[in-house]
Each structure stands twice: as structure tokens, then as C-alpha cells.
T-cell receptor
Framework: QQQVKQSPQSLIVQKGGISIINCAYENTAFDYFPWYQQFPGKGPALLIA?????SEKKEGRFTISFNKSAKQFSLHIMDSQPGDSATYFCAASIADNQGGKLIFGQGTELSVKP | NAGVTQTPKFQVLKTGQSMTLQCAQD?????MYWYRQDPGMGLRLIYY???????DKGEVPNGYNVSRLNKREFSLRLESAAPSQTSVYFC???????????FGEGSRLTVL
């Protein structure tokens, strides 16, 4: 059962453009929503994360928008650069004392063309 | 500072063979996880260990076993490998049940 659905599967953006990746979740108990970035041959690394008490979080060129009622959240990459070309994963978890299992979306392969 | 270290990085097995993937972290984290990554499927949780001495099934546990050897080490065992277990395996850790998950660089396993 895929509890976090991510789209699109792949995305091509011109340098300087805006990249937008969307995710939807089912479990209303989720209370932590991170985005991870993965370069080829490497493990994923945390990019930015949000909790449901805020609707938006911005760190540099990266912004998470969160819509609790729609159970959706998205990653926006402003002024996209070739160095941003990577696979991006959204995820969700419940912060608890039982390990806080992180459930990932299917991933989006982003290619930024110069 | 090594972070999360996985061995081996590459392995080729024949159907029916067994093997163990090793994982160690030096960040004094309580929780450890094993994921597999397949094209179009994202990262799927196989097993996790919320704390030393405990292990639990994730989304896709069939065909795998785990051992939390101590606070630092969490191993994943394939008792009888199948071609469907061809994948890239990632070990990860975090301090407690929330916050940043730190990943190793992955172990690429091919089962013929």
C-alpha cells in the first residue's frame, strides 16, 4: 500500500526555471514531511522538511508548500540550476517512540538543462 | 566522521545463495532502518529497529531477516536469494523517532 504518492516521475526544466514536485498522503496521523535529494551513486540526503503547523517553509531556493486539508505538499525549486539535477523524494512519518517510520514517495528524476 | 557505513557496496549472488549486508553508524543514533530502492518504486522500508534490542517489519519484509547486534550495528540477511531481491539497499539511522534520517551510500545487489 503506497501511502505517499509523488508526481511527476520525471521532470525537465530549463536553467532559471521553477521546478515543482507534488506529493499526496493518506494517513492523517503523519506529522513530519521531509524532502530528500539523491545524486547518482549516493544515498539520499535531507533537503528541507516541514511540520503540519505551518503552510510554507523556505530555505534558499527551496520551498515546501503544505495543504493539510487536501493532504498534499509540494517542493518548489526556484531559479533551477544544472547542479539541482537529481532524484527527489518526498516522505512522511509519525514522530513517535516506535521508530518514526519514514514512508517515501516514488521519486522524481529532475533534469535541469543549461 | 564516517556517518553510516554499509558493506559490501556491490554483490552478485546466484538464486538460493545467502548473504548478509552489514551496516554501522557512529552517530550514537537509537533508530536504524533498511530500505530497498527500485526504479519507479521509490524507497521501501524492509525492517527497522526503533532502539537497541527491538526490530519490526516494514512494508516489504518477506525474504529478509535482521539483527540489531548492538547500538551501532544493524544487519540485513537474505537466507535464500531470489531475482526479485535484485535492488539497491540502503541503511539509515536517526537519533530518535523524528528528525533527519541519515543514509549510507548503498549496497547494489544482483541475484542471477
Amino acid at each position: 500500500q503506497q501511502q505517499v504518492k509523488q508526481s511527476p516521475q520525471s521532470l525537465i526544466v530549463q536553467k532559471g526555471g521553477i521546478s515543482i514536485i507534488n506529493c499526496a498522503y493518506e494517513n492523517t496521523a503523519f506529522d513530519y514531511f521531509p524532502w530528500y535529494q539523491q545524486f547518482p551513486g549516493k544515498g539520499p540526503a535531507l533537503l528541507i522538511a516541514i511540520r503540519p503547523d505551518v503552510s510554507e517553509k523556505k530555505e534558499g531556493r527551496f520551498t515546501i508548500s503544505f495543504n493539510k486539508s487536501a493532504k498534499q505538499f509540494s517542493l518548489h525549486i526556484m531559479d533551477s540550476q544544472p547542479g539541482d539535477s537529481a532524484t527527489y523524494f518526498c516522505a512522511a512519518s509519525i514522530a513517535d517512540n516506535q521508530g518514526g517510520k519514514l514512508i517515501f514517495g516514488q521519486g522524481t528524476e529532475l533534469s535541469v538543462k543549461p | 566522521n564516517a556517518g553510516v557505513t554499509q558493506t559490501p557496496k556491490f554483490q552478485v549472488l546466484k538464486t538460493g545463495q545467502s548473504m548478509t549486508l552489514q551496516c554501522a553508524q557512529d552517530m550514537n543514533h537509537n533508530s536504524m532502518y533498511w530500505y530497498r530502492q527500485d526504479p519507479g518504486m521509490g524507497l521501501r522500508l524492509i525492517y527497522y529497529s526503533a532502539s537497541e534490542g527491538t526490530t519490526d517489519k516494514g512494508e516489504v519484509p518477506n525474504g529478509y531477516n535482521v539483527s540489531r547486534l548492538n547500538k551501532r550495528e544493524f544487519s540485513l540477511r537474505l537466507e535464500s536469494a531470489a531475482p526479485s531481491q535484485t535492488s539497491v539497499y540502503f541503511c539509515a539511522s536517526r537519533l530518535q523517532g523524528a528528525g533527519e534520517l541519515f543514509f549510507g551510500e548503498g549496497s547494489r545487489l544482483t541475484v542471477l
